[in-house]
């Protein structure tokens, strides 16, 4: 069952949304050296070597049970190497702001989710009628005139590609509740290791070797591996495991925010026209759906 959020919930939540929303800027800019598919692999080698790196400082034992690692290789995949790759693809034909946007489903996909698969949260009427509510922005989202067209062929299915990984982002978190009790930052590294044993030789048989990016790219790959990958990986884990995945849904008020600013001023995109109502309506759902909740929450 989850438990009520803590001080340090809160603080690792709002360290989140900022760490989560640059991360589109980085794939934005890590493209301009890599294919999707090597930025995919490379942030998540880079994220396992950086956990790994904090569990022998930790002292964390890495010995799991083979319950404890079905659970791990399922985090891999739904919160590691599928995102990972249809954001990068995606992000080839839609803009960083864009997908961050497409962040803020997120909570939608939880609700439903955890409603069947997670003790303690039951989908009650108004989390129904919020969740609803939210489908109708999530269709806004998705729906023409929302942004300027990038031009691409691609581009409806590069938006279905970054809800597509809206969706893994929110079976992870249901998948990371529901594992055996486990150390997280045992947990997050097995997560990586894993996926990193799945795409590097993906990567290696469909691209062939990585050339050699130039500094830009070099860094905005780094970035991604160390803190969106390896250290969000830790804070996630520990969120989940405390105070449940519904909770960590909620990083996603703000990190649509934070990946349209970021695109705004660092890439140059255009601000989304339509963007404010989308987004507005998927957090009116989200608010009816928790109202209770925030109701009830003691004030920090």
Same mark, same amino acid.
Not at 111 to 132: I, S
């Given at each position: ?15 989140? +949304? ?10 934005? %800019?890590?493209?301009?050296? #890599? ?6 692999? +490379? ?34 995949? @739904? ?6 790759? @249809? ?33 303690? !949260? ?18 806004? @989202? ?10 691409? !062929? ?30 997280? %930052?045992?947990?997050?590294? @097995? ?29 905005? #790959? ?7 990958? +390896? ?23 703000? %990190? ?8 705004? #001023?660092?890439?140059? !995109? ?17 608010? #009816? ?12």
């Amino acid at each position: 069952m989850p438990t009520p959020p803590t001080p340090a919930n809160w603080i690792g939540l709002i360290a989140l +949304g900022l760490i989560w929303g640059a991360s589109f800027l980085g794939i934005a %800019v890590a493209l301009d050296g #890599l294919s999707p598919l090597w930025v995919a692999t +490379g942030r998540i080698v880079i994220g396992a070597v950086t956990l790994w790196g904090i569990a022998v400082a930790m002292g964390v034992r890495l010995r799991a049970s083979a319950q404890v690692l079905a659970f791990a290789g399922g985090m891999a995949l @739904l919160s590691n190497a599928l995102p990972f790759f @249809l954001l990068g693809w995606s992000q080839q034909h839609v803009t960083s702001g864009f997908a961050g946007i497409t962040m803020a489903a997120i909570p939608l996909f939880v609700l439903g989710l955890a409603h069947l698969l997670v003790a303690g !949260e039951a989908l009650t009427r108004p989390k129904a009628l919020g969740f609803a509510l939210g489908l109708i922005g999530v269709g806004v @989202l998705i729906g023409p005139g929302l942004m300027a067209s990038s031009g691409s !062929e691609f581009e409806t299915m590069a938006r279905l590609g970054c809800l597509a990984a809206a969706l893994c982002y929110a079976l992870g978190s249901i998948v990371t509740r529901r594992c055996p009790d486990v150390h997280p %930052v045992a947990f997050g590294v @097995l997560a990586l290791v894993i996926a990193s044993a799945v795409m590097l030789p993906i990567a290696l048989i469909v691209d062939g070797l990585p050339p050699l990016p130039a500094a830009r790219p070099a860094l905005a #790959l780094l970035y991604l591996g160390v803190l969106p990958t +390896g250290y969000a990986t830790l804070l996630l884990v520990s969120i989940i495991r405390s105070a449940g995945p519904s909770f960590l849904s909620q990083v996603n008020y703000h %990190v649509p925010v934070w990946s349209v600013l970021l695109g705004v #001023l660092v890439l140059g !995109e255009d601000l989304p026209g339509r963007f404010i109502v989308a987004l507005a309506i998927i957090l009116a759902g989200l608010m #009816l759906a928790r109202r209770r909740q925030l109701r009830l929450r003691p004030a920090l």
